[in-house]
């Protein structure tokens, strides 16, 4: 009945990696997104986890591919070959990790210096859970299941009132954290601004703000008339889609990220 929803949207393959420190929920996040399912004692990832989801926009569909990466320290060395002709990354930290931080803003010096120059990077504060449970204040905290919600952008997220670098003056700062924020909100978002980066802060647990790291970076993604016009390719090969037999990223499309459409209003219907 409904011509609209029949017509035939173009899909355009995305290649996205997760790099981060080891347990900050980097395939909590990707369970989130692509399940909107939540595990306590996810175990840590071996190697690379690789997995699909579509997010639907307006007027394209956008498949992620996602290479969700080891954060243990014995398969750094692997991250090159998930991030190479990557077109977007989500470096993720724990704000309740003060390290998680300096190692993210290490992937993100990493991913200039050698993944495709107009990758587009997301920083993601994650498990906003474990502060909120501490200060009780965050307005938007309640999108867990976010079935079917116009997503709602959150670059600013509005937490700070905890916000406090490294020596988290809670009575907590004793534990071995896990209870209290350590990595300031103006500390992800200075180093955003720096870096050219989209910045959230998330709670794979609550999967607040999950769907809108997706949704943001799906709609930095050019549609294919810029694509055509051809500005701005990848310098490196350009592979942009299908995994081939080796489990990387083969695809014959190349996209140019420089027509950036930040914070669009596409929503993601995956
Ligand atoms: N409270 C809370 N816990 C979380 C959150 N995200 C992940 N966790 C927990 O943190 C632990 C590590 O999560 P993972 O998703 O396995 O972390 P990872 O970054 O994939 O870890 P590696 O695979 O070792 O690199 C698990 O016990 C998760 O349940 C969150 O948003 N809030
Ligand atoms: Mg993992």
Same mark, same amino acid.
């Given at each position: 009945? !409904?011509?609209?929803?029949?017509?035939?949207?173009?899909?355009?393959?995305?290649?996205?990696?997760?790099?981060?420190?080891?347990?900050?929920?980097?395939?909590?996040?990707?369970?989130?997104?692509?399940?909107?399912?939540?595990?306590? #004692?996810?175990?840590?990832?071996?190697?690379?986890?690789?997995?699909?989801?579509?997010?639907?926009?307006?007027?394209?569909?956008?498949?992620?591919?996602?290479?969700?990466?080891?954060?243990?320290?014995? $398969?750094?060395?692997?991250?090159?070959?998930?991030?190479?002709?990557?077109?977007?990354?989500?470096?993720?930290?724990?704000?309740?990790?003060?390290?998680?931080?300096?190692?993210?803003?290490?992937?993100?010096?990493?991913?200039?210096?050698?993944?495709?120059?107009?990758?587009?990077?997301?920083?993601?504060?994650?498990?906003?859970?474990?502060?909120?449970?501490?200060?009780?204040?965050?307005?938007?905290?309640?999108?867990?299941?976010?079935?079917?919600?116009?997503?709602?952008?959150?670059? #600013?997220?509005?937490?700070?009132?905890?916000?406090?670098?490294?020596?988290?003056?809670?009575? !907590?700062? !004793?534990?071995?954290?896990?209870?209290?924020?350590?990595?300031?909100?103006?500390?992800?978002?200075?180093?955003?601004?720096?870096?050219?980066?989209?910045? $959230?802060?998330?709670?794979?647990?609550?999967?607040?703000?999950?769907?809108?790291?997706?949704?943001?970076?799906?709609?930095?993604?050019?549609?294919?008339?810029?694509?055509?016009?051809?500005?701005?390719?990848?310098?490196?090969?350009?592979?942009?889609?299908?995994?081939?037999?080796?489990?990387?990223?083969?695809?014959?499309?190349?996209?140019?990220?420089?027509?950036?459409?930040?914070?669009?209003?596409?929503?993601?219907?995956?």
């Amino acid at each position: 009945m !409904d011509s609209q929803s029949t017509a035939p949207r173009p899909t355009t393959s995305v290649k996205l990696v997760l790099l981060g420190e080891a347990a900050v929920g980097k395939s909590s996040l990707v369970l989130r997104f692509v399940s909107n399912e939540f595990q306590e #004692n996810k175990e840590p990832t071996i190697g690379a986890a690789f997995l699909t989801q579509k997010c639907s926009l307006a007027n394209k569909t956008i498949k992620f591919e996602i290479w969700d990466t080891a954060g243990q320290e014995r $398969f750094a060395s692997l991250a090159p070959m998930y991030y190479r002709n990557a077109q977007s990354a989500l470096v993720v930290y724990d704000i309740t990790k003060p390290n998680s931080f300096i190692k993210a803003r290490h992937w993100v010096n990493e991913l200039k210096a050698q993944a495709s120059p107009g990758i587009i990077i997301a920083l993601v504060g994650n498990k906003l859970d474990l502060v909120e449970e501490d200060t009780n204040n965050t307005s938007s905290s309640n999108d867990a299941d976010h079935e079917d919600d116009e997503t709602e952008h959150s670059d #600013n997220v509005e937490d700070t009132t905890n916000a406090i670098t490294e020596d988290a003056s809670d009575s !907590d700062s !004793d534990v071995e954290t896990q209870s209290a924020r350590c990595v300031a909100l103006q500390e992800g978002e200075k180093l955003a601004a720096e870096e050219g980066l989209l910045f $959230f802060e998330t709670s794979a647990k609550t999967g607040l703000n999950v769907r809108d790291v997706f949704l943001a970076i799906a709609n930095k993604i050019p549609d294919e008339a810029s694509k055509r016009r051809g500005n701005g390719l990848l310098a490196g090969s350009g592979h942009n889609g299908d995994s081939d037999a080796n489990g990387l990223p083969n695809h014959d499309g190349r996209i140019s990220l420089d027509a950036s459409n930040a914070n669009g209003t596409g929503a993601c219907a995956c």
